[in-house]
Nanobody, 128 residues
Framework: VQLQASGGGLVQAGGSLEVSCVAS????????WGWFRQAPGKEREFVAA????????DYAPSVKDRFTISRDSSKNTVTLQMTNLKPEDTAVYYC??????????????????????WGQGTQVTVSS
């Protein structure tokens, strides 16, 4: 499985941005997916994820009601739509997939160690 992230950039506070992750080499629709981010000098943290079914999702409290994770199985793409961006959202954003097909269709993996494959990251910078 290979993941290619894209869509980062520079945006002013209050603006919106979308980052995407295109997957290849696997059965995309059977896996759970997540987004993480790492700000300078900080550890990588959970942002959002959804279950294998795609019907259950979860968000970090800091982004809830501002970010939306979604997928397009026909395009093997997972997207993170970000609105009302804040300077503290500045980070490198990583997509990741959990290929454990024995998990419940509704389980949402939230820890980094649960994810096997990672994209290369895309920079999001929010100016004040």
């Amino acid at each position: 499985v290979q993941l290619q992230a894209s869509g980062g950039g520079l945006v002013q506070a209050g603006g919106s941005l979308e980052v995407s992750c295109v997957a290849s080499g696997g059965t995309f629709s059977r896996y759970a997916w997540g987004w993480f981010r790492q700000a300078p000098g900080k550890e990588r943290e959970f942002v959002a994820a959804f279950s294998r079914s795609g019907r259950s999702s979860d968000y970090a409290p800091s982004v809830k009601d501002r970010f939306t994770i979604s997928r397009d199985s026909s395009k093997n793409t997972v997207t993170l739509q970000m609105t009302n961006l804040k300077p503290e959202d500045t980070a490198v954003y990583y997509c990741a997939t959990d290929r454990r097909e024995w998990l419940s269709w509704y389980y949402i993996p939230r820890s980094q160690g649960e994810y096997e494959y990672w994209g290369q990251g895309t920079q999001v910078t929010v100016s004040s």
